[in-house]
């Protein structure tokens, strides 16, 4: 767990002075700096050097003329930990501490990270087990190793738990500009929310993209993603990795449905963060964000001069929902009016070649497509390799698709179909002329759907996520029933029976039942066979209690529902990261067959809830599917809205909740939980 650690990284971000522990580490750490011309002081420190690169060595901590802002300790983890300790003292801004061997490395360097934060006290250290960070736009590089980039005046922001793939993102050879890169290794102090906030404070800063392998608090992560919103920086998340807890053996459909990766999902879309799930996609959409902010929608227009390409456009937009809307009719006649009698104007739109080479009327045509609707008008371009012929005609094209987003004051991009048609100079000139490049056809889809979803506003995150003590207790079916029904959940009507007269006496008044065994360690009573249906006789019920009783001395006979019509399984569960979420899908025995589910975080609203369950694959069923009876919805989004209600009421206890089936009948006929099962923690006298 994370120690508190002062919300001010500024000094560790943008230093005026930067302390350099170590030999070789430190030898790269100082010629990075002063190949990137930083402004302020370096000094080495070393204990026998009297220079490293030109600079002159200072023996110690206390020899140092004043109290740096950052440190660098590259020396063993031992040595790390005094080091921090006098640094703190000293009254420094902060360390990067490059060693391993700490707290990923078992019960000993756990011990050690343990010491490591106690010697900081209140001074913020980024790793350790990292390699530091990037400071592009001043110059500070904390940083021992190569890397790609060059000085920017603006840029995005990117941080990653991982130096290597750090490394990696900074050779990218899309025009994209970073301004700071910044790794976190184990995250003993300062973790994802506190370099959200910190980086968001930086105007220069234009967007943040985060490398994901586990969020920490989330509730801290998801107030550093308001405030960044705040200050105007749009966010892209690339998350890798599942947690140990998603590999567990579950008691619960829900437990098997809702895998931390899924909630994770959850978490992200209602914090209105865009996750993508490759690199390149992840550079483009923080170069479209970094040129445009996000976008108010996602709504496209391609243009090229082929109908292979304009194709293969339109089936990846679709891939994505990226919509591409057919021009009106007044736009379609103003383009008709610039291109020749032969060419179909369309969304879509292949312009042809008739034009090609001529910077006036591909103006024309260009500033005409411009002036409708659509948030983005991209065209197509792929530049020839150097040296196999004259690109003349392709720098023709550009330069009309330059004039004609000025004219329009459209958003115009360049989509090239292979990232190695785009060349870097070539990307990062028409940035520089307010046009978006945009490598690969399907990373440009990709991005332009991120830069649209991040333009909605977030909703609220659970902010109170009490501590859990005591041990889990699995609730039997019938005692988890009657506390649903007094939160308002529309139970069947039953009695618990001891006894075979007692049994015949529930049949008798209740109709056609259901009976089960009612323990808590049932917890998958089909498959136990544990239960039996539709019992409308003496017979039936006498032949039913001899096999069942053998699973149990109690067993509960409940009225058979009638006129039911769809299944869903409706779960809450508590993700060790994100804490309680609601759980909606097809349910009864089918559940982990279809994986037809939608997961929410809560506190989930109406309009939530009805959007899952109609994006739910089995919602025509819902509706009236071929002659068949719609079934009560209102009913069933009423029972999910008591379950979310007896959630949050017990959430300092709540493990988890499943109600499965919720058997939805006809309309006006209601929702009943038919099964259900709770785990709640309770105090250990």
Not at 57 to 81: E, H, Q, W, Y
Not at 119 to 127: K, S, T, Y
Not at 233 to 255: C, F, N, R
Not at 593 to 605: H, N, Q, S
Request: glycine share 8%; charged share 20%.
């Amino acid at each position: 767990m994370m120690s508190p650690v002062p919300q001010d990284l500024a000094r560790i971000l943008r230093p005026k002075s930067i302390a350099v522990f170590g030999g070789q580490w430190a030898r790269a750490v100082i010629e990075q700096s002063q190949q990137m011309n930083f402004a302020g002081d370096i000094w080495p420190v070393h204990p026998t050097k009297t220079e490293i690169q030109g600079l002159p060595c200072f023996p110690s901590v206390g020899a140092l003329p004043s109290a740096p802002d950052v440190a660098f300790i590259g020396v063993n983890r031992d040595l790390t930990i005094g080091i921090v300790e006098a640094l703190q003292s000293r009254g420094a801004g902060g360390a990067v501490c490059f060693a391993s061997g700490f707290a990923e490395a078992g019960t000993e360097g756990a011990n050690l990270q343990a010491r490591l934060l106690a010697a900081a006290q209140d001074m913020p250290v980024i790793g350790p087990n990292c390699y530091g960070l990037i400071n592009y736009l001043d110059g500070a590089l904390l940083w021992p190793d190569v890397h790609g980039g060059g000085r920017v005046e603006r840029g995005v922001a990117i941080v990653t738990q991982s130096s290597n793939l750090a490394i990696n993102l900074t050779m990218q050879r899309r025009g994209l500009p970073l301004a700071y890169m910044l790794t976190l290794g184990n995250q003993a102090m300062v973790g994802m929310a506190e370099a959200v906030r910190a980086l968001a404070e930086d105007e220069r800063v234009t967007a943040i993209g985060l490398h994901i392998e586990g969020v920490g608090d989330a509730v801290a992560f998801a107030n550093a993603v308001f405030a960044a919103r705040s200050s105007g920086k749009p966010i892209v998340v690339m998350k890798s990795g599942s947690s140990a807890q998603a590999a567990e053996l579950t008691l619960s459909h829900t437990a098997s449905l809702a895998g931390s990766d899924a909630v994770a999902d959850a978490f992200f879309t209602r914090l209105s963060l865009a996750r993508v799930k490759s690199i390149p996609a992840f550079l483009e959409s923080l170069k479209l964000l970094h040129l445009w902010g996000p976008l108010p929608a996602a709504d496209l227009v391609s243009m090229s001069c082929s109908g292979g390409e304009a194709s293969i456009v339109a089936d990846s937009a679709e891939r994505v929902d990226v919509p591409m809307p057919a021009f009106a009719e007044a736009q379609a006649s103003a383009i008709r009016a610039t291109v020749k009698p032969l060419v179909t104007v369309s969304n879509p739109f292949d312009y042809h070649t008739f034009d090609w080479g001529d910077r006036l009327r591909l103006s024309d045509t260009f500033s005409a497509v411009m002036r409708g609707p659509q948030a983005v008008t991209a065209l197509i371009l792929d530049f020839p390799k150097a040296g196999v012929g004259n690109s003349e005609t392709w720098d023709i094209t550009l330069e009309a698709l330059t004039a004609a987003a000025q004219q329009s004051g459209g958003r115009a991009a360049v989509i090239s179909t292979l990232p190695e048609c785009l060349p870097e100079e070539r990307a990062a000139s028409m940035l520089a002329q307010g046009i978006l490049p945009l490598l690969g056809v399907e990373e440009a889809m990709a991005a332009i759907g991120a830069a649209a979803f991040v333009g909605r506003t977030p909703g609220a995150i659970l902010q109170d996520l009490p501590a859990i003590h005591g041990k889990v207790v699995s609730w039997d079916e019938a005692r988890a029933k009657a506390f649903l029904a007094q939160q308002g959940v529309a139970v069947p009507e039953s009695q618990v029976c001891d006894s075979l007269e007692t049994a015949l006496d529930a049949a008798s008044r209740l109709g056609s039942v259901a009976m089960k065994a009612v323990s808590a360690d049932l917890t998958h009573k089909t498959e136990a066979g544990a239960v039996a249906l539709n019992l409308r006789c003496e017979n039936q019920v006498r032949s039913a209690y001899a096999r069942l009783s053998e699973l149990g001395e109690t067993l509960l006979v409940e009225r058979m529902i009638e006129k039911p019509v769809v299944e869903l399984i409706v779960g809450l569960r508590r993700d060790p990261a994100f804490g309680l979420h609601l759980l909606i899908g097809a349910g009864g025995i089918m559940a982990e067959v279809l994986e037809d589910t939608k997961i929410l975080m809560l506190p989930a609203g109406r309009a939530e809830i009805e959007a899952a369950l109609s994006g739910l694959k089995i919602y025509p069923l819902l509706k009236g599917w071929r002659g068949h009876p719609a079934a009560d919805v209102p009913a069933a989004i009423a029972s999910i809205e008591s379950l979310q209600a007896f959630g949050l009421a017990n959430a300092a206890a709540l493990e988890e909740l499943e109600v499965n089936p919720l058997i939805v009948c006809e309309e006006g006929h209601g929702a009943f939980a038919a099964d259900a099962l709770i785990r709640m923690r309770e105090d250990e006298e």
